[in-house]
């Protein structure tokens, strides 16, 4: 069972901590049942009353079922997640996950012309100046890791500008889940964030309130490095696939 006694501190961070990496690392199975709340308390070593806080909480991202009588029921991540667990997916015990690292990237690709259109169409002048001073501040930059923060910076101004909750709350998601692997991905990108034209452009045209052009200069900016990354990607998972060598 995928559960070690918690030492020094009784509380239901730690209890969820445990309980929510045996979901997401498969221990704990889609449609398996967990064991009762006395059960956990004396596994684990602490009260009762933590462990149906941190079952609450857990319950409250999805990933399980509290139902009187029957128990708590594991649920599929697929299925039931939210954004708020691609942080956790993408990192898994100090490692990216490649196919997750993968998605992100995809979503990337699409979300940000889609953004950079909708800025057009309803950006204020105060927002846009906001996007625009983000981009002159990149420009003044060499260091790589440097770059991509603002380059962060000025995809959280051009979102503010897009007007949309649903974007927001993705783009919010996806920096937490991107800013860790900011080191690891500084030469794929080191092109991209050192664009300071692909920039310019996405801004003037979101300026002039062109969302066609405004959509077309973020492809142009984002493309060679999604091209870039996807392959690597797609390699790394061929050779996971294939596992160590046997020689």
Do not use: C
Request: glycine content about 6%; aromatic content about 4%; overall charge negative.
């Amino acid at each position: 069972m995928p559960f070690q006694p918690i030492e020094h501190r009784s509380v239901p961070e730690d209890v969820f901590e445990q309980i929510i990496e045996g979901v997401l690392s498969g221990d704990l199975a889609a449609g398996q049942s967990l064991p009762s709340e006395r059960e956990l308390a004396r596994v684990l070593g602490v009260s009762r009353p933590a462990v149906r806080e941190a079952l609450k909480r857990v319950a409250a991202a999805g990933l399980v079922t509290i139902r009187q009588g029957d128990g708590t029921t594991v649920r599929d991540v697929r299925k039931f997640g939210g954004l708020d667990l691609l942080p956790r997916l993408l990192i898994r015990q100090g490692e990216l996950d490649v196919s997750v690292a993968r998605s992100v990237i995809e979503a990337r690709a699409h979300i940000g012309p889609k953004v950079a259109e909708l800025a057009a169409l309803r950006a204020s002048d105060d927002q846009i100046a906001a996007v625009r001073d983000a981009a002159t501040k990149l420009a003044d930059l060499t260091d790589p890791i440097a770059q991509q923060v603002v380059a962060l910076d000025f995809w959280d101004a051009l979102v503010d500008g897009a007007d949309s909750i649903a974007f927001r709350l993705m783009y919010n998601t996806m920096r937490v889940a991107y800013e860790p692997a900011l080191p690891a991905l500084a030469g794929a990108l080191s092109a991209e964030v050192g664009n300071a034209d692909g920039y310019r452009a996405i801004v003037d045209a979101v300026e002039k309130r062109d969302p066609n052009g405004a959509a077309r200069a973020a492809t142009v900016l984002l493309e060679p490095a999604t091209t870039a990354l996807m392959s690597a990607f797609t390699e790394m998972e061929a050779i996971l696939k294939e596992g160590p060598d046997d020689d």
